[in-house]
């Protein structure tokens, strides 16, 4: 579960660096509406959010047993070291 919870902490911190770059590049001011660019990034991370659920839950159908949160934090941890991985590479793109 702590795999999990700092697994979180760090995709949250690279998706937000995300968007305040993506704002910055824009010059969007405070309290302005978004550019289109963030907001198609977090339609695209409510979606990946739902895949990533939806994809532990079917991998893990049938092993989890009792005892289903180990295992279903394992494979969410895991989707979301890839994730924080892929938003940090687009993030370097973008500098």
């Not at 994809?55 to 394992?74: F, Y």
């Amino acid at each position: 579960m702590l795999h999990l919870a700092r697994s979180d902490v760090m995709l949250d911190r690279t998706y937000q660096s995300l968007i305040a770059d993506m704002k910055r590049a824009s010059g969007t001011p405070a309290g302005a509406k978004e550019p289109a660019s963030v907001e198609q990034l977090r339609v695209s991370q409510r979606a990946w959010l739902v895949y990533r659920d939806t994809e532990c839950r079917r991998r893990n159908r049938g092993k989890e047993g009792p005892l289903w949160a180990p295992v279903r934090a394992q494979c969410l941890g895991e989707f979301s070291g890839q994730r924080t991985e892929e938003l940090a590479q687009a993030l370097r793109e973008r500098r």
